[in-house]
């Protein structure tokens, strides 16, 4: 008889519970929507999402630019050309330094919405055969240049050029210079990179009063 009594004893309170958990479903459908927690739960996920909508619209979708676009908000202005000592080398056979073309210009924004995180590349070819002596990288526009701004003057050097055993051996031999140019491409956010402007390399050697113009 002990069993049985103690079993009718659990039944009531398992009902009782179930009505409980019952009645506290019906009334949260009851409350208010202002007062219902899964409104608001509802309410800060949508506020969230569109959040992250206007941040991705803001930093992907307005800075997204095609090559044309680009193309068209770029000014390359304040150019100069050069070639500089990159390097010095001492090995048993040769002793001298490297000069390597070296440019340097500055950008406008001629567009009407701001540019950045500009990757720059210059390439850097003989006229004659048209191959790369060396190629020169850039991260520029890191903060927002706005429409009708400049940046700072900006560097490009190819790395890689003539060996001599000095830079006035260069200039006594500067003759016999071959013609080079270097091509600019530009590449901002997706638009992949974009060919802005060619330059040709003057024949001034840094540090020495030294130029020959190329015709």
Known sequence: M???NSELSVQPANEASARAQGEEILEEYR???WQNSKFWLGAVSLLILAVFALVY?????N???????LQAALEIFDISSQWKVTEKVNDEDFQGIVLAPEISFRLRNVSKRNLSYMFLLGVFRFMDTG????????????????PGGTSERIT???????RATSAEAFEKNRQNWRNSFC???AKSHNSGFTPIKTFYISRRIEGLDVEVEIQ
């Not at 800075?63 to 676009?69: Q, R, S």
């Not at 490009?156 to 003539?162: D, K, R, T």
């Open 131 to 146: 191959r790369v002596i060396g190629e020169g990288y850039r991260m520029a526009l890191r903060q927002p240049l706005p």
């Open 156 to 162: 490009l050097n190819a790395g890689f050029g003539y």
């Open 183 to 185: 091509e600019v491409f």
């Open 57 to 61: 619209q803001q930093t992907v979708m």
């Open 2 to 4: 002990a069993p049985e």
């Open 31 to 33: 409350r208010p929507f």
């Open 63 to 69: 800075t997204a630019m095609t090559p044309g676009e």
